[in-house]
């Protein structure tokens, strides 16, 4: 039971790398096949599609960094720390907004993303507001992060 702590730990940045990357990696996907198929029609457009195919790309990355800073945490880039079971779990419901939001949102933004390039496609000079409606997803993405964010960086101030 002593060793548990570091596994929840563990277990909650593997979950934020994992299923913020899973949606990124979703996401990224589905808005390049609409991409694609915009630029096989209008090849000038390849710019345009793709900073909006990237968007959904920032779940993961933001996924990441919360899984890199717990790593940090936990020392496994220094001195390893004795974590508590308690400060375990605190670790891992630390890391799920992002880890679940992450997820979410980047396939919602892949969706809004896939109607923005289809807008650019019929429309090119709507670009600039065809890139808000994506942008207001990934707003709920980095809500979510920062949570993720201040909750991992105060866990280890828990005195558990």
């Known amino acids: 039971m002593d060793n548990l702590g570091i ?24 808005a390049g096949q609409s991409a694609a198929a915009a630029v096989t029609e209008e090849p000038d457009l ?18 990441l960094l919360i899984a890199f800073i717990t790593l940090t945490n936990l020392g496994m880039f220094g001195e390893p720390v004795h974590i508590t079971f308690v400060k375990g779990l605190a670790y891992l419901s630390a890391c799920l907004p992002i880890a679940i939001v992450g997820l979410f949102s980047a396939i919602h933004q892949a969706r809004a993303s896939i109607a923005s390039i289809n807008l ?41």
């Open 7 to 30: 596994v929840f730990a563990l277990f909650g940045a593997a979950l934020a790398a994992l299923l913020a990357g899973w949606g990124s990696a979703k996401g990224v996907g589905m």
């Open 46 to 63: 390849f710019s345009k599609v793709l900073i909006l195919q990237l968007l959904p790309g920032t779940q993961g990355i933001y996924g």
């Open 120 to 160: 650019v496609s019929k429309r090119p000079d709507q670009f600039s507001k065809a890139m808000v409606f994506p942008a207001l997803v990934e707003t709920y993405a980095i809500l979510a992060m920062l949570i993720s964010l201040l909750s991992v960086i105060n866990v280890g101030k828990i005195t558990v």
